[in-house]
């Protein structure tokens, strides 16, 4: 179990985070400094409420590739359900803001996908051995 103090530390360093990725377009401290991050702006499955994750992304051919990791946790993330329901995302990243369409990589394309972005982010690649659940790879294809 989560204790109040671990989530209310957990809270503040997502804030930090989300703050230096909008002012910097990059991670200036803690264990997001030296990694590629974006904010995914979704809209909530069931709530209707927006919401907002930083991920570690990886690019392949102009489009941005995230991991429904968790932290390998049973469960996929609350963003991923929230893409399934509604694919069309906002990303910010690089200072930039724009809309994406969201698709979950399957097969040899999810396998490269992975392996490129597991290179990037060694850590993530840990998590499957956390978890039964394949860990989905989305991709979010810019909009015009």
Do not use: C
Request: aromatic share 6%; hydrophobic share 40%.
């Amino acid at each position: 179990m989560i204790t109040p103090a671990v989530r209310a530390a957990w809270a503040a360093a997502n804030e930090t985070l989300i703050r230096e990725i909008r002012e910097h377009g990059h991670a200036l401290s803690g264990n997001w400094l030296g990694r590629q991050a974006l904010l995914l702006n979704t809209t909530g499955a069931r709530s209707g409420q927006p919401r907002l994750s930083p991920l570690a992304y990886s690019v392949d051919n102009g489009r941005y590739i995230v991991t429904a990791s968790k932290g390998g946790a049973p469960t996929h993330p609350g963003w991923y359900h929230n893409l399934l329901a509604d694919p069309i995302a906002t990303i910010e990243v690089d200072r930039k803001t724009f809309q994406a369409r969201a698709s979950t990589a399957e097969g040899a394309e999810r396998e490269r996908l992975w392996l490129r972005h597991i290179a990037l982010h060694p850590g993530i690649g840990e998590y499957p051995k956390l978890t039964t659940r394949l860990i989905p790879v989305v991709i979010l294809d810019p909009l015009p």
